[in-house]
């Protein structure tokens, strides 16, 4: 698969089969936690045409009719999936052709401004949009986003598409060690999520290797501490759970996981556990991927590809 991706542990959306747009990195922001590198923003007032939309469609089709299950079907990749011209036709395609599967979009906010963009993902199940800075300042130092993009707009759109959207809306707040976790910014954000009304305020940490080596979470006390301000709806994103039992049968076990591994970097646990394959069938496939010079161990146990898009 060149333009699909997984099924990837995702924390929150179990075994999430990932649509990326894009062939390197095309994000409004460039953010200091962004586990793709750093990479230069674009601007967030044209759409971009991306990858061919029918090889995506023809790729869906495929990975259904040959036995894959997934939970999610899930936007995301390398940047900012509603930049693509054609999500919605994506939508479409996959409300009329698989009409069982539920969709989910993760994205910065930073192109809900526009009309188009929010008709083009109203059908989906689930957005999660990052609501992580409450004012121009966190925002521009947590983000660095394209001139074009700013804290007013991006939290704007959310706003807007929340009041028209009729799916769940799970809002992320990365939490960033002394960027935006003072007790007096977490209280202003707590203002700016209640007129959101999210289904779920989830607390994310940068855990992968993050763009900038300063990155780093807030200690775990302070982290549920912030959980309990921000409501009972806040949940902290937890290890990766699946939600479904099925097996997905893996033609080619290395391709697959540096399939995973060329979007972000992975532990073995949590590649084993998407792909519903044995610990110790993954350890084997990572490390004969290392040893063709494919990927490399990280120092903290996780895995990533040897090229990867943005960098
Ligand atoms: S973390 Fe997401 S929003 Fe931020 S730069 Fe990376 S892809 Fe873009």
């Given at each position: ?35 793709l ?123 807007e ?50 763009s ?22 806040c ?36 590649i ?12 084997q ?27």
């Amino acid at each position: 698969m060149k333009y699909l991706y997984g099924p990837v542990p995702s924390r929150r959306l179990g075994r999430s089969l990932g649509i990326d747009p894009f062939d390197r990195k095309t994000c409004t922001h460039n953010c200091v936690y962004c586990q793709l590198g750093n990479g230069v923003s674009v601007s967030a007032n044209e759409l971009v045409e991306g990858v061919p939309v029918d090889d995506v469609k023809d790729e869906i089709r495929q990975f259904f009719d040959s036995g894959g299950e997934c939970d999610f079907i899930t936007f995301s990749g390398s940047g900012e999936p509603t930049l693509w011209k054609h999500t919605g036709e994506i939508v479409d395609f996959v409300r009329t052709n698989f009409p069982s599967k539920k969709i989910a979009v993760i994205t910065n906010g930073t192109m809900l401004y526009r009309d188009d963009v929010r008709e083009q993902i109203l059908g989906v199940d689930v957005i999660v949009p990052t609501v992580s800075a409450a004012d121009e300042d966190t925002y521009i130092r947590l983000h660095r986003p394209h001139r074009d993009a700013s804290f007013d707009l991006q939290i704007r759109g959310v706003e807007e598409f929340a009041k028209i959207f009729e799916g769940e809306i799970w809002a992320e707040v990365m939490l960033v060690a002394d960027v935006n976790d003072s007790e007096e910014h977490i209280l202003k954000l707590r203002d700016m999520l209640r007129k959101i009304s999210p289904t779920y305020i989830d607390i994310n940490t940068p855990v992968r290797p993050p763009s900038e080596r300063w990155v780093h979470p807030p200690d775990e006390e302070d982290v549920r501490r912030i959980c309990v301000m921000l409501g009972e709806n806040c949940r902290i994103v937890g290890k990766f759970h699946a939600v479904s039992e099925e097996v997905f049968e893996i033609a080619n076990l290395g391709t697959r996981i540096l399939d995973i591994l060329r979007r972000r970097p992975e532990t073995a646990e949590s590649i084993a556990e998407s792909l519903s394959v044995s610990l110790e069938q993954v350890k084997q496939a990572c490390s004969a991927l290392v040893a063709k010079k494919l990927a490399v161990k990280l120092p903290d146990g996780f895995y990533e590809a040897r090229i990867m898009d943005s960098k």
